[in-house]
């Protein structure tokens, strides 16, 4: 029989850019959260940058079928869409604080009930400390939440909560890819491993 091995490239290349990312969402909510003063432009840009790369990793994850396929199992839609949404960011950077915030908080409340899903799947998995993952989950659902319905107009809370929710989130996503993404040198193809199945079968 054919010993067709999958390349871990696309899968190596979509956890690290997907753990990069993380880290610059998180290490963005940081800044924004001490420095409330940035200019709306200016966060527009970065957000808008983020949102590209990110969406981009999400779906190069997605194809890559990495052994758990935990991490990746929802991000073809949401990869589209934060691509689509970080596109839309940018033609107009200046102008889009509050959409930003609306946005924001509707991306993070999903991907906090899938990270909620995630968690579960990875409790089936026997990963010993998925309730860090659900932990993790349902407070940037908390968060998002907040974001989207905040309490006051104040343009300088509303960049502070936005960059809370973007550090968790980009916290979030990093334990995920960490705790979750497998990478397995000699991983076989599915179709190779159905057919080597049904060959045991016969």
Known sequence: MTKTVRSVYPMRTAKTGYLTVSALLAAAGL??????????A?????????????????????????????????????????VTVGILILTNPAHLMTVLCVIAGICVMADGLLKLRIAADAKRFGIARWWLIGSG????????????????DS????IRLLGAVLLAEGALNFLTAVMTVKIVRNQRPDIIEAEYREEQNQ
């Open 137 to 152: 989950a349902a407070l940037t659902v908390l968060l998002g939440l907040v974001l989207l319905f905040r309490p006051a």
């Open 31 to 40: 800044l924004l959260i001490v420095r409330p003063d940035f200019s709306a």
């Open 155 to 158: 343009a300088a809370l509303a």
């Open 42 to 82: 200016a966060i527009g840009r970065i957000a808008g940058v983020l949102l590209i790369a990110f969406g981009a990793f999400r779906l190069i994850g997605y194809f890559s079928r990495d052994l758990y396929r935990l991490a990746f199992q929802f991000d073809l839609v949401y990869g589209v869409m934060l």
